[in-house]
């Protein structure tokens, strides 16, 4: 038998295993629902998730959703980072976030696009960085962005 029912009834007239599992509740404000056990630890409520209480210029959802970083602390918000003398990038991770990296030629709306490779990255916490293969390198300028999102999406 499995049931989502809440509460649920369970009829045990003989030795079962009941396994259970339990899902977080949501903030029911939109855009996007964040645990209210995360915005509580960082002593917030469900009707804060659309502030971004550590003007880090990220909402509180926002940095639940991208990488789990602390929505009271502006020096904890998510970026790409570039490194010298290489093109690697790097960025804060979660556990259960996916992280896509896109490319353009031009910062224009609508005119990044998914770097082939680097996509559907799975998070490796605390960081995920790529390296872009020397040989594949042009002159052409060319801008990142890393984009992230719970894995169940
Ligand atoms: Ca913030
Ligand atoms: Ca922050």
Redesign the pocket.
Known sequence: MESSANPLNLSMDAPKWVTARFAATMSTSAPAPVPIWWLAKHGLTNFEQDASV?S?G?FNWE?YIAAG??????A??FHTRVGQGSLLLSWPSATGRVYDVQQTLAVEPGAWSAVPTWTNLSATPPMNSVVHPTSAMTNAARFYRTVGRMADD
């Open positions: 550590d880090d990220q940095e970083t602390d929505p009271t602390n502006p904890s918000f």
